[in-house]
């Protein structure tokens, strides 16, 4: 039985009352206003304390005893074919215990995995794999995007280099172009970039019989589960994957990547429990990345700055696999009246792309946000009062007058204007994303024998917070402290959730386990109602006591859970689908204020207003820093991090972190996060994700800042010191 | 190729968070593998393993080293600590961890020891570091999550609240 109930859905001023269809057994949704006790608090991370004292285990971490090392021995070649390989001496080495010549035998970029050694010690399989002796057939290969779209380049697909993988037309383009005020092109280009999590990707694999447990460095255990099961061609249950704590993801960790069912089969071949560490140049190489792109962007508008048609076009590579979407966010920002896109993806002899924090949506907001400020530019308009004309969210626009009334954006002068040898200047943009929630998660709760209270679901927790934000929900239904809670997740063992990514967590296992938290308290409630003396809904929960409204009397919980079997009380629920929201997914909006030095072509990035919404916060402690996380990787893609190709040899230059530069503690600017209320709807938490929302906007409002400095686009990301200095001199010269 | 040619483990003693510890080790271990591999401390983070993140850090008496630049042999004689004995043997955490905690200095928590640890050498050497002192004092250390802001402030309200305990 579905029924109906009213929520408040909206934001200050701009509330308004939307009925919804509930499922059975689904609570009423916490309103925006309601008094909660322990959701919407400043509460630490519940496994804080294990963190800083280095008591977390980590997949990095984990030894069995009678484990044995792995180690892979890799092609370093583009693109070969192996003509003959020859393991035996490997094999006949004192300390290796399994070999593994894998079946592939066409490989498509430096990287691909060719065999694999378990030894008795790590140095053992390292020393292993020179034994093994393979006979390469070196083929063309192609890594530059732009050669690799060209006829005659080698074929890194049988079926093309190039897939178009979005189109859209709409309007009359040649009409809008022909009659608008301004039309401005852009051409902007981003770099592969790397997730770079600390902790890189790993596996640890122990066969019991026919039973399989790995343990494995993931943002998706049932994803992993499935994946190896159908890639070891065993039956899903007999496969069970393990994550406590995971040292980032980003992204790179939503699939299973070759080294987890290698390591399977190693422990396999070898009847013992086997661990295979990605070492950094490994992980860099073969475990995804953010695809790059080339973005041609053309846009009109009329004088007043209306928007009246846009042309995205794009490709971009990941390597061998990955789709970028870049014109992701385009269509959900802005109205274009008249809308033309052409995205398409390149394959390339390098290492595989994946979904990276807002996959798309980074890289294509840089070109959308840049083509915008150029098209006010032409105009000689505000590009503020420029975006507030043409934003189709009302939360946006208010987040837009908010963030700049706050950043001072009255402080920003027409472009170039600064004499410099410093220059300052300011640049904003938006973010859209859609973290509302997917139905499916299911979570189970469980109270007693004794003070046990659990709370357990197959999510992840990367970094995020998901333990801290599940126990808050459960304390919350139980009238408990946090602390009370105990949260048991990353186990495919556990009730089902979706993988940690798009957002999507928050809003996908908050409301599962708050259903669950509700049904046990009503079997609690039911259990103590005869005891009592009363009626169910007489009844309420005060810490660990069950007591009845506006009398004296109460009940322990452990007196009412002795009726109960084995002392103990559990109820399951899954998260249904979405109801009604009020905007989709989350917008925001960030600012950013930079100096540019005119001298060494050094960006320093000096403030940053973030303004975002989310639906509920459940806990702003742990909100801000994903705000925070969000803007800090956004400014280090703007101006530092790249994927070095040598496309002559067709092998990545960028292999550790000293050639990778990700932002560091001297360069982190102050950040200033304004949380804005927006009573989101869609479940029964009302909370929608913020991970990839607060990443999406910063390297656009760096860009846009760093232009408004300087007076000319630096379209080619990342903005290094180089591409400046390069850029004035021509200038110059030209002016000369 | 590499061929491991010896000379064969050698027996060490290691002053490691205030006990006389026995290895025996090839000596061209670092004082990471033996950390984490040898002794099971695995508080110290391997995760680039060629000084470029500081996920390692450990003190070697009392400073921040790089547990991945050091070999062991070279750590004999030295008093080394590393985040599990930071904090006082009863359980509790030392007031840098507790802030951490308190402040959110962390998120996925990888490099976290690394941070605490490079922290505390901060605040021995400066008990009252201006914010810069604190972020040139941390800027050995990557934290890929971003969680700086809350780091720096975490730092900040420890060196406020006064001297540091702790085992050292």
Known sequence: MRRKTKVVLGFPGHFKEVAVLLDAGEPIPWAHDAELKVVGKRVPRVEGPEKVSGRARYTFDLKLPGMLHAAVLRCPHPHARIKAIDVSKARSHPEVRAVLALEEMEHKFAGAEVAAVAATSLEAAREALDLIEVQYEVLPFVTDPAQARLPGAPLVRAEGNVDISVTKKRGNLKEAFRSSGAVVEVVVRTPVALHACLEGHGSLAQWDGDRLIAWDSTQAVFDVRNSLASALKVPEEKVRIIKDHAGGGFGSKLQMWPHTPIVARLAKLAGAPVRLLLSRREDFLCTGNRQSSVQTVKLAAKKDGTFTALSWETYGTGGVEGVAQTSGPIDDMYRFPSLEVHEEDVFTNAGPGCPMRAPGHVQGMVALEAAIDAVSETLGLDPLEVRLKNDKSAIRREELKLGAARFGWHRRRPSGCDPGPLKRGLGVAGTTWDGSGLPGTEAEVTIGPGDRVEVSCGTQDIGTGTRTILAQVVAEELSLPVQEVTVRLGDSYFPYSVLSGGSLTAACVTPAARTAAGRVRELLLRLAAPKLGAGPEELELSEREIVVRGTGKRLSWSSALQSAPEGSLSAQAERPANYAGFEAGAAGCQFAEVEVDTETGQVRVVRVVAVHDSGRILNPLLWESQVNGGIIQGISFALLEQRVMDHRFGKVLTTNLETYKVLGALEVPEIEIIPFLVAAGFNNTQVVGIGEPAIIPTAASVANAVANALGFRIDDLPITPDKIVMALESRAQEQA | ?168
């Not at chain 2, 393993?49 to 991945?68: I, K, M, P």
């Not at chain 2, 004999?76 to 009863?90: C, K, N, Q, W, Y």
């Open chain 2, 1 to 168: 190729m590499t061929r491991i040619l010896g000379p064969g483990k050698i027996p060490l003693q290691l002053d490691l968070n205030g006990h006389k510890t026995e290895v025996c080790i090839e000596p061209r271990a670092t004082l990471l593998q033996v950390l984490r591999e040898e002794l099971d401390l695995t508080g110290t983070k391997n995760a680039c393993e060629l000084g470029e993140c500081g996920s390692c850090t450990v003190h070697l008496d009392g400073r921040a080293h790089y547990a991945c630049l050091t070999l062991a042999v070279e750590a004999v004689g030295r008093r080394i600590t590393t985040i599990e004995g930071l904090a006082p043997s009863d359980g509790s955490l030392h007031p840098l961890q507790a802030a951490f905690v308190e402040h959110d200095g962390l998120q996925c928590g990888f490099c976290t020891p690394g941070q605490v640890m490079a922290a505390a050498a901060l605040l021995r050497q400066n008990p009252h570091p201006t914010p810069e002192e604190i972020r040139a004092g941390l800027a050995g250390n990557t934290c890929r999550c971003g969680a700086y802001p809350k780091i720096f402030e975490a730092v900040a309200r420890a060196a406020q609240a006064g001297e540091p305990r702790g085992e050292e």
